[in-house]
């Protein structure tokens, strides 16, 4: 392993380097959810299980992954499989995880309408300190809106969301940082003389993400958090889109005074020839497509065969199921995945966060075939 050793001194440029030197940092996206980020009727299809996730979490990390990412989901999408229907707790499910690794980061994601940001403040640090200084967080405002009235509460309006997100994550870092006593007094959140001990690990804080795609949601990421994912990054193949973008991003952080860390989200299938990962690719997600699962998620986008015409509905259809999902698929021998993984990495992106139909069944290959080819790129280090 190269990099500072977690826990030592935890600093904020130690944890955004995840404790390594990967000019690309991979993680895992999702494995807390029930069949990952594949819509699928394929039996192996992710189980998401604790003795799953815990296997899969010391793999990742005894082969240098450097990072996991759960999604927060409190309901399932329903279809055959009832996609996503179970899902265990991220901040709960990233402290069993980090208290049985050693060296990789494991983010909790925090739905702010739904927390207390004072109890989250607590539960976040707690996690921090099991994992010694390795918790990531993602701060989320809410997507589905099926699964806030299922809470009893109101989803505010898009904008609102945010506003409330900006004092929320305000009044968390306080806690993380303001010794003895503070009073809040926003428009949404009033704390009085609130205390919150221990501080994180290390005198620093826990990296911050956001992934919001809106105006709005971007321009938060970009004013708050220290990493930002976007799942719509163009062609993987062109590395020109991809600069364009990275750099597109870059400086509008750089207007509000930040530096922002840019990843994205992909889905790899990766066999020894093209023609067995083509035909996996197939199989697994369109031929045995949980359908009824893609139409229910694009219904909450407001995309349904009444909304648009037979032929538009078709095409969006299969989109959703291919890339929509699990992210941008890259399919392919280990060379053509490693060159794919290169050029997102040569356009400036700082990371990205995959997923597999089977995590633990298909990271072993993923790590003996093409970890070496990046770090022989100089994408990564050594193991
Ligand atoms: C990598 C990634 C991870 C995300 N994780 C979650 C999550 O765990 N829970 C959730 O409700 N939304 C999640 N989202 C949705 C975003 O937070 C955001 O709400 C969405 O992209 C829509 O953008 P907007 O909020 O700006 O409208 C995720 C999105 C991406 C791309």
Not at 35 to 54: I, K, Q
Not at 148 to 169: D, I, T
Not at 219 to 242: V, Y
Not at 264 to 272: A, D, F, K, L, N
Request: aromatic share 10%; proline share 4%; net charge neutral.
């Amino acid at each position: 392993m190269t990099g500072s050793v977690p826990g030592r001194d935890a600093a904020l440029p130690d944890r955004l380097r995840m404790y390594g030197n990967n000019r690309l940092q991979i993680g895992l996206f999702g494995a807390n959810c029930s069949s990952g980020r594949s819509a699928t009727l394929v039996p192996e299809r992710w189980s998401g299980s604790w003795p799953d996730c815990l296997r899969l979490a010391r793999m990742a990390d005894d082969c240098g992954i450097d990072f996991m990412l759960p999604i927060a989901r409190w309901k399932g999408y329903g279809g055959a499989t009832d996609f996503h229907g179970t899902t265990l707790e991220t901040i709960t499910w990233a402290s069993g995880l980090l208290a049985s690794t050693a060296r990789i980061t494991v983010f909790g994601t925090v739905h702010a309408p739904l927390f207390n940001p004072l109890i989250a403040a607590k539960e976040l640090v707690t996690a921090d300190h099991i994992g010694a200084g390795r918790l990531g967080v993602n701060l989320v405002v809410g997507w589905n809106e099926g699964e806030f009235e299922m809470f009893g509460v109101r989803q505010r309006e898009h904008e609102a969301r945010y506003a409330f997100a900006q004092e929320w994550l305000d009044a968390v870092k306080q806690a993380w940082s303001h010794e003895g006593d503070f009073d809040f007094d926003g428009e949404f959140l009033q704390l009085k003389r609130a205390r919150a001990y221990p501080k994180p690990c290390g005198g620093a804080r826990p990296i911050i993400m956001n992934a919001g795609s809106s105006s709005t949601g971007r321009t938060f990421a970009l004013r708050n958090c220290d990493a930002f994912f976007t799942a719509t990054a163009g062609s993987r193949t062109s590395l020109e889109g991809n600069a364009a973008k990275v750099r597109e991003i870059e400086e509008e952080a750089r207007r509000y005074g930040r530096e922002i860390a840019v990843y994205t989200v992909g889905h790899v299938i990766c066999r020894p020839s093209q023609r067995e990962a083509d035909d996996y690719y197939r199989h697994a997600i369109i031929d045995n497509a949980d359908w009824g699962a893609v139409e229910a998620m694009m219904a909450l986008r407001n995309i349904t065969a009444e909304t648009h015409s037979a032929e538009d509905y078709a095409a969006r259809r299969l989109y959703f199921a291919a890339n929509a999902i699990g992210g941008y698929p890259f399919v392919g021998t280990p060379d053509r995945v490693a060159d794919e993984l290169a050029t997102i990495s040569n356009a400036g992106m700082r990371g990205i966060a995959v997923s597999f139909v089977n995590f633990l069944d298909e990271l072993p290959y993923f790590a003996a075939e093409v970890l070496p080819r990046l770090a022989r790129r100089g994408i990564r280090g050594p193991r």
